[in-house]
T-cell receptor, first 112, second 113 residues
């Protein structure tokens, strides 16, 4: 079955870049997503990438997709204390009509 | 993007009782889902709420425990029945608006004593 794996914790200093990694097993995935969950809040869709793309950039966020290795990463440039949150990677095989499959989430801690 | 609201935002309930959670979307959406996020865990899909027909439940979730209604394209309810402390979780409503985007409500934080 499908599986999405993430490292559990990442700690960075303010102003540095953060890179959160994710691996997935479903080679038929059509879209891959990054969600952010701040303490006590719901999930915010940060960005997503279609499976035929290698890279997507949106302001401080860069998503890289290596489809051969089934590896997805989220880079946050100039990380701020407000970026401290849990980041979830998720994938979907849209053609199969399935719902999102989530990783366990990476807790990003940003120190000043 | 769709704006999703949930009621209640949180509740503390006694075991053996039931709670109905409401999800309202500001636009018509084809697909609505209910997820559960247990403390410190990731999200698990409970069911897909189908308009005009019975919900489609994932393995491990049954209609008797989590009855779902979807009377129209903007509204759904999830009931957590005969609650036990193990049901303490965040319950999230989610919608898929276009083929490539899925949004989540703010969640309902349930504590069962």
């Amino acid at each position: 079955g499908e599986d999405v794996e993430q490292s559990l914790f990442l700690s960075v200093r303010e102003g540095d870049s953060s890179v959160i990694n994710c691996t997935y097993t479903d080679s038929s995935s059509t879209y891959l997503y990054w969600y952010k969950q701040e303490p006590g809040a719901g999930l915010q869709l940060l960005t997503y990438i279609f499976s035929n793309m290698d890279m997507k950039q949106d302001q401080r966020l860069t998503v890289l997709l290596n489809k051969k290795d089934k590896h997805l990463s989220l880079r946050i440039a100039d990380t701020q204390t407000g970026d401290s949150a849990i980041y979830f990677c998720a994938e979907i095989n849209n053609q199969a009509g399935t719902a999102l499959i989530f990783g366990k989430g990476t807790t990003l801690s940003v120190s000043s | 993007s769709a704006v999703i609201s949930q009621k209640p935002s949180r509740d503390i309930c006694q075991r053996g009782t039931s709670l109905t959670i409401q999800c309202q979307v500001d636009s018509q959406v084809t697909m609505m889902f209910w997820y559960r996020q247990q403390p410190g865990q990731s999200l698990t899909l409970i069911a897909t709420a189908n308009q005009g027909s019975e919900a489609t439940y994932e393995s491990g979730f049954v209609i008797d425990k989590f009855p779902i209604s979807r009377p129209n394209l903007t509204f759904s309810t999830l009931t957590v029945s005969n609650m036990s402390p193990e049901d303490s979780s965040i319950y999230l409503c989610s919608v898929r608006q276009e083929a490539d985007t899925q949004y989540f409500g703010p969640g309902t934080r349930l504590t069962v004593l």
